[in-house]
């Protein structure tokens, strides 16, 4: 069984992440997407809302599965038997830090693998906190994230 392990702080999900769920989970038998709870930033949305949305968002896909983690995520891909961590690439960017992320975790765990999926082009843009800023000053976020989220992100920033 190839369990793939999407990590990642999905405050909240977008269609650039739907992108890439949608893409690994026919590359693998079993797709995690794991929200992290972070003890460092300040989500958005909390633990619970972020996996409601995702859960939301991704019902029609058979092999993945929602979860959240803390601490180490070497440490959680061995506990749950899964020996991919797959990440989306935007833009060069992003290349940077990833690459420190995906070395650093070689150097931990050596049996598990990072692999990058590029983004779609459509969503090189896009980043949850390019979406939080829209729906903050009224902009349209219609195709930047899951429609069935849509209200939910907005509804977020109403008094
Ligand atoms: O969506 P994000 O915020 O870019 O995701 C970052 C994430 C969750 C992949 C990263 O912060 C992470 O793996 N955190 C877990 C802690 C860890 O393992 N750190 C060491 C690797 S640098």
Redesign the pocket.
């Known amino acids: 069984m190839n369990t793939f392990i999407y990590?990642?702080?999905?405050d909240p999900v977008t269609n650039g992440h739907m992108d890439i769920i949608d893409r690994a989970s026919k590359i693998c038998d079993k797709l995690i997407v794991a929200v992290?709870i972070s003890h460092n930033k300040q989500p958005l949305f909390s633990m619970e809302e972020r996996v409601n949305l995702l859960k939301r968002a991704v019902g029609h896909c058979k092999n993945v599965e929602i979860d959240c983690f803390s601490?180490?995520?070497?440490d959680y891909v061995a506990q749950k038997n899964a020996n991919v961590i797959i990440k989306g690439l935007r833009a060069v960017s992003d290349f940077e830090y990833e690459l420190?992320?995906a070395l650093?975790?070689q150097k931990m765990a050596p049996d598990i693998e990072t692999l990058f999926m590029m983004s779609n082009i459509n969503f090189s843009f896009l980043s949850s906190s390019m979406v939080k800023e829209l729906a903050r000053y009224g902009g349209n976020i219609r195709g930047l994230v899951p429609e069935c989220i849509e209200e939910d992100v907005l509804n977020k920033f109403k008094k």
């Open positions: 990590p990642g702080s999905f992290l601490g180490l995520l070497v420190q992320m650093l975790n």
